[in-house]
């Protein structure tokens, strides 16, 4: 059993930063790997980014060079810095967390993230 919580967004103006945490707790588990979502209104949900037990990276082509996941395992922790923000990355945006022995992700409740112009 895994709760994951995502807090850190808000509203900022185009061309400015914003950082989102994900924590993750419960009883006894051991994080794999780490994700963020994002779904618009009128749009499916979508990958961001992802991170590894060994910090290896992976994101979306619409948010690099921009965005970087990074994470603190002892406190199992990951996080998801957005810089150069658009309109177009306003969104809900979804912690994903993965732990060793179940085959499903663990999902947060979502944190609101608005970009105006």
């Known amino acids: 059993q895994v709760q994951v919580v995502e807090s850190g967004g808000g509203l900022v103006q185009a061309g400015g930063s914003l950082r989102l945490s994900c924590a993750a707790s419960?009883?006894?588990?051991?994080?794999?790997?780490m994700g963020w979502y994002r779904q618009a209104p009128g749009k499916q949900r979508e990958l961001v980014a992802t991170?590894?037990?060994?910090?290896?990276?992976n994101y979306a082509d619409s948010v690099k060079g921009r965005f970087t996941i990074s994470r603190d395992n002892a406190k199992n922790t990951v996080y998801l810095q957005m810089n150069s923000l658009k309109p177009e990355d306003t969104a809900v945006y979804y912690c994903?967390?993965?732990?060793?022995?179940?085959?499903?992700?663990?999902w947060g409740q979502g944190t609101q993230v608005t970009v105006s112009s």
């Open positions: 419960g009883s006894g588990f051991s994080i794999n790997v």
């Open positions: 991170i590894t037990r060994g910090r290896s990276t």
């Open positions: 994903n967390v993965f732990v060793s022995g179940i085959l499903h992700g663990y």
